[in-house]
Every structure is written in structure tokens, then in C-alpha cells.
């Protein structure tokens, strides 16, 4: 089992920034493919980013590139999402995922291992 928990989301103004973390635990860490979800009220959850096992490879959603970068420490056992010129439409809640020696085209087509229960973000206009 690996137990994912989101921190970092919250109120944020149009164009502003916020970083995500999502502190792993209960297995290796580095053998994880690691990406992000989100899903706004009333809609079906997309993904967001993702970072290959071990690490070096990053997948992003159209709508995200340009503005957002994700990563990991192996060391401590943490991805992040940085978020940068945060628009309303990225309001929601943001899933961490984890998929056993996935890269990130794999994380990116589903068949997720592990999820994290969500941190919600809200972009005021």
C-alpha cells in the first residue's frame, strides 16, 4: 500500500501561483510513476501532469503547459505542482496519483495505482 497526502492548495487570485506537495509513504517511493489529477465540480477528473519512475520524463495537459511544473524528490518522498498564472478554470480539486514503474504517458492513460483523497484549489476571477 502507499498512502498519498495533497497539501498546498487553497484561494488564489487570477494569475497568481501556488505549489502542491504530495508526501508519499508506505513503499518505494522512486519505484512510482507520480502525476497529478484535478476534477472541477460538475465534470469528469483529467489529468493534470506526470513524472516517470524514477524521474526526468514530464507529461503535461495542453491547457497546463507553459504554466505549471511538475517534479519529485526521491529523497524525501514528495512530488510537486507548481502552479504558476493560475486562471478560474484551474479551480478544483487537484488528486495526487501513483502508478507502480509508470511513465508518464502510462500515469497520463490512466490505470492509477494509489490516489491521494485531493487538495482543493480555487482561482478567484
Known amino acids: 500500500q502507499v498512502q498519498l497526502v495533497e497539501s498546498g492548495g487553497g484561494l488564489v487570485q487570477s494569475g497568481g501561483s501556488l505549489r502542491l506537495s504530495c508526501a508519499a509513504s508506505?513503499?518505494?517511493?522512486?519505484?512510482?510513476?507520480m502525476g497529478w489529477f484535478r476534477q472541477a465540480l460538475g465534470k469528469e477528473r483529467e489529468f493534470v501532469a506526470a513524472?516517470?519512475?524514477?524521474?526526468?520524463?514530464?507529461l503535461y495537459t495542453d491547457s497546463v503547459k507553459g504554466r505549471f511544473a511538475v517534479s519529485r524528490d526521491n529523497a524525501k518522498d514528495t512530488v510537486y505542482l507548481q502552479m504558476n498564472s493560475l486562471k478560474p478554470e484551474d479551480t478544483a480539486v487537484y488528486y495526487c496519483?501513483?502508478?507502480?514503474?509508470?511513465?508518464?504517458?502510462?500515469?497520463?492513460?490512466?490505470?492509477?495505482?494509489?490516489w491521494g483523497k485531493g487538495t482543493l484549489v480555487t482561482v478567484s476571477s
Open positions: 496519483a501513483a502508478k507502480i514503474r509508470a511513465s508518464a504517458v502510462a500515469l497520463a492513460s490512466g490505470g492509477v495505482d494509489y
Open positions: 508506505g513503499r518505494t517511493f522512486s519505484n512510482y510513476g
Open positions: 513524472i516517470s519512475w524514477p524521474g526526468g520524463t514530464t
